[in-house]
């Protein structure tokens, strides 16, 4: 009874050995898009009233923890019964992330900003109005684009334990689900309230204090900037790469163009080293505009009904 006992618990223990190593691999491998993750959440939910930030963060959190508990088992199942349907799905995905980037490029530019006091009184006499609605615009944006990211890493994560059993499969992706959400945003709520702790620091009697508070504060809009940029960016990156590693003509193009970039004297490396993140930035950005005339000539075809 008891050597029964020990022998399981070693079983036990070797179980969750493995599924602590296979984690870690798929944890290394899913860092980039972890990345993008971060910048695209992190300027989904900017631009938010600062009392309402963490609310709305935490609304998208657990949009997030329940796209992810639909993906895991639909992976599962997808990887099991049509394998082949993964990568296109995962480009229809990409496609729409391009599309999505292209969208905010076009309404950033078309945005008009007000010029006199009336007419800024006015605009923000209407984001007061329209503040729930805009919240829950921001949510729903921000759980969506976190649907795609979520299902590349959930491919990658199974991609990682492609040969393991079917329960270290479930445990290591489970593993990878909770730890990437809870990571991304804990991060994008420490983003967000950056003006706040500097806010805080300047209020106090200490002059050190007083001086990293007002560093803070100046530092938080550059800070949201840069990742409202970042992050649309990262929306042509992470599409543009979901489809150039479906289509292997793509793929195999970008590998040889970098392989040549790299023979330039003096500078390949370096060339050679950003070419595949510059063509997937191209691809993104054409993706995005084909679909955004398709989607163009479709509504001009087949108008919603009034």
């Known amino acids: 009874m008891a050597s029964s006992l020990l022998l399981l618990l070693d079983d036990i223990a070797t179980i969750l050995d493995d599924v602590a190593m296979m984690s870690k691999m798929a944890t290394k491998k899913t860092a980039g898009v972890l990345g993008d ?15 309402r930030e963490l609310p709305v963060v935490w609304g998208v959190a657990k949009g997030s923890f329940i796209n992810k508990l639909i993906l895991v088992p639909l992976a599962l199942l997808i990887s099991v019964v049509a394998p082949w349907l993964i990568s296109p799905l995962l480009v229809i995905g990409g496609l729409f992330l391009c599309y999505e980037g292209v969208e905010k490029v076009i309404h950033s530019l078309h945005k008009k900003k007000p010029h006199t006091a009336e007419e800024a009184k006015a605009e923000l006499i209407q984001e007061e109005i329209d503040l729930e609605t805009f919240e829950k615009e921001k949510i729903k944006g921000a759980v969506r684009t976190d649907f795609i990211l979520s299902a590349e890493i959930v491919v990658i994560t199974l991609g990682t334990v492609a040969t393991a059993s079917f329960m270290q499969k479930v445990s290591v992706l489970s593993v ?28 106090q009697h200490a002059q050190m204090k007083q001086n990293l508070g007002r560093a803070l504060l100046a530092f938080a809009p550059i800070l949201m900037k840069t990742l409202s940029i970042v992050g649309t960016v990262a929306m042509f990156l992470v599409g543009g790469g979901i489809i ?17 970039a790299e023979l330039i004297p003096n500078v390949g490396n370096v060339i050679g080293a950003i ?5 997937n930035l191209g691809l993104g950005l054409i993706a995005g505009f084909l679909v955004l005339l398709l989607v163009g000539a479709v ?3 087949w108008p919603k009904s009034s």
């Open 176 to 203: 990878i689900a909770i730890i990437m959400t809870i990571g991304v945003y804990g991060l994008v709520a420490m983003i967000v309230k950056i003006d706040d702790l500097g806010l805080y620091l300047s209020q």
């Open 275 to 279: 070419t595949p993140t510059l063509l």
């Open 37 to 51: 993750d971060l910048a695209l959440n992190a300027q989904q939910v900017s631009g938010i009233r600062a009392d």
């Open 244 to 260: 150039s590693h479906a289509v292997p003509l793509i793929h195999h193009f970008s590998e040889h163009t970098a392989d040549s």
């Open 299 to 301: 509504q001009k075809f």
